[in-house]
């Protein structure tokens, strides 16, 4: 099975699949803990900076990513719908920004499965309002997911 995948299904959702070397709670743990997501959430070109969450059913979440570059901020935020520690988390997502391509709310779910001690992630996005919304976000979270794996080895490599 390869490491990273990521592919659309269809014109409006997304499907990342990646095998992350940390065990599943260690991962579960570092999706929603904002002491985590400070590290690792955003592309690289758009590192979160601010971040709430309230994780159980009905939490909210908000956080702002920020060019270092320009100072541009992105807001985005959603509400928590399911919360199964350490298998699936599911919240929306929606962009603050008014654009045609940021102005829909999406759902995200995440599946997190024990695979000997790895943990194998399928991300699936959907609606979105068009292909080229939808691209970057695929862009956008394999950039995040980049962040992730070094996020992880630098917290496991402290841990031993």
Not at 81 to 96: A, G, I, S
Not at 147 to 158: M, N, P, T, W
Request: some cysteine; glycine content about 8%; overall charge negative.
């Amino acid at each position: 099975m390869p490491t990273s995948a990521a592919r659309p299904l269809a014109d409006d959702e997304l499907l990342i699949e990646r095998t992350f070397d940390a065990p599943r709670e260690l991962v579960f743990e570092a999706f929603t803990d904002p002491r985590h997501t400070l590290h690792w959430w955003g592309p690289v070109e758009y590192p979160i900076t601010e971040v709430t969450m309230d994780v159980r059913p009905g939490g909210r979440w908000r956080g702002c990513l920020k060019s270092p570059e320009t100072g541009k901020e992105l807001w985005q935020h959603g509400t928590f719908r399911e919360v199964d520690p350490p298998r699936r988390l599911v919240f929306t997502f929606k962009w603050e920004e008014e654009h045609p391509d940021k102005g829909i709310e999406t759902t995200v779910s995440i599946d997190f499965e024990d695979v000997g001690g790895k943990t194998h992630m399928r991300f699936h996005q959907t609606p979105f309002a068009t292909v080229a919304s939808r691209n970057g976000h695929v862009y956008g979270w394999t950039s995040t997911f980049d962040r992730f794996v070094a996020y992880l080895k630098e917290i496991q490599g402290d841990a031993r």
